[in-house]
């Protein structure tokens, strides 16, 4: 054996790959790398050309930067959509998750980061300009903050109140409160007293 | 939005090619795909080609079936190792498992599986018949079972047991007791029954 654990350069190469995805260590790297030695050789293609592809062909939305395989997505090219209330989240990911809930019928803004000076993002790494343009020229009467509600996401949310807030745009933001199933005893003190003064009428919640 | 949830084709395909690993589920395949998204397109491609390079070009060891980047691994090829005692193994995994122990000096034979109806191996399928013309054409004096110690397991190692026995070599298998750091209360009846049959000498677990 040589002075690597791996019996093969290649193997040990295959394994330091997939080893540095987030959350994959070294030892269920190898469980992957040889489940994927098991597949056909026209499998293990289609496995590693499904990135490639991605990476060199992906687009992203000219209007509201959501990834997409045309110049426009499909929901800012959907007419029966709501073109007035622009719904601003951090990533892809948070679009596909506010799609899910079926309870939102405008577009997006897709800011690709959050403020964050500890990882260096600042606002100008963000898709902020673009928001702003979008408010004036698309004559958006809503915009809706969808933003994590940790330090960074807070931060962010004050950022654009404050960068937006001069055009006038109706600004609001999800509503912090007692997630649903949840028991009140393990809620935090902080979340807690958010959703009493942030309070409901009670025949609201059966719309 | 297509019908789909994924706003895009082309992730849509590498989400599902992520998933197709095991353990993967379709929520921590798009985290995986997203991070490989923001990396450079020469770093997906290093990514993708360990994958398609290791299928490729990929060797087993022609004595061992270890894999391996020569004809013979090195282990095989290593004059200082005893080549009497065969370490008889399921898979490559395993190889590296004993040899990280530093405890085997001897070579390897990798079965490549080890019989199990229910998956539909059979003996046929795995390494035997070379393992046998081994013992005879290389002089084996001592083969180590050295298999999980599950229902296949036991199972592989009875029949290479009937097989083997024949050629008159020695057939040895990993001891089966209390693992190290165990507290007795919880190891099963099977294992500390077993440990008390094959007591061992106190003064030989310090050498």
């Known amino acids: 054996m040589n002075d690597s654990e791996y019996p093969s ?14 959350g994959v260590g070294r030892k269920s790297a190898l469980r992957l790398v040889l489940n994927l030695l098991r597949r056909s050789e026209a499998e293990v293609l289609q496995f590693s050309n ?3 592809q991605l990476k060199q062909e992906v687009k992203y939305c000219a209007k509201c930067h959501n990834i997409s395989d045309t110049e426009l997505c499909n929901i ?3 007419s029966r959509r709501d ?3 622009l719904c601003v989240v951090e990533n892809i990911r948070d679009v596909m998750s506010v799609e899910a809930t079926h309870q939102f019928k405008g577009l997006y803004h897709v800011l690709g980061g959050i403020i964050s000076p500890m990882d260096g993002v600042s606002p100008s790494d963000l898709n902020i300009d673009s ?4 408010i004036v020229t698309e004559g ?3 915009i809706i903050i969808a933003l994590s509600t940790t330090m960074e996401g807070d931060t962010t949310a004050y950022y654009l109140y ?3 807030n001069p055009t006038g745009v109706k600004i609001t933001t999800i509503a912090r409160g007692i997630a649903i199933g949840d028991e009140l005893q393990y809620a935090d003190e902080l979340t807690l007293g ?3 003064l942030d309070r409901i009428p009670f025949d609201s919640i059966n719309k």
């Open 131 to 134: 928001l702003q343009q979008r």
């Open 194 to 196: 958010r959703s009493i």
């Open 83 to 85: 073109n007035t209330v």
């Open 50 to 52: 499904a990135f490639i």
């Open 9 to 22: 350069k290649l193997l040990e190469n295959a394994v330091a790959q997939i080893a540095t995805l987030p």
């Open 76 to 78: 800012c090219s959907d």
């Open 140 to 142: 958006i009467k809503e």
């Open 162 to 164: 404050r960068r937006l």
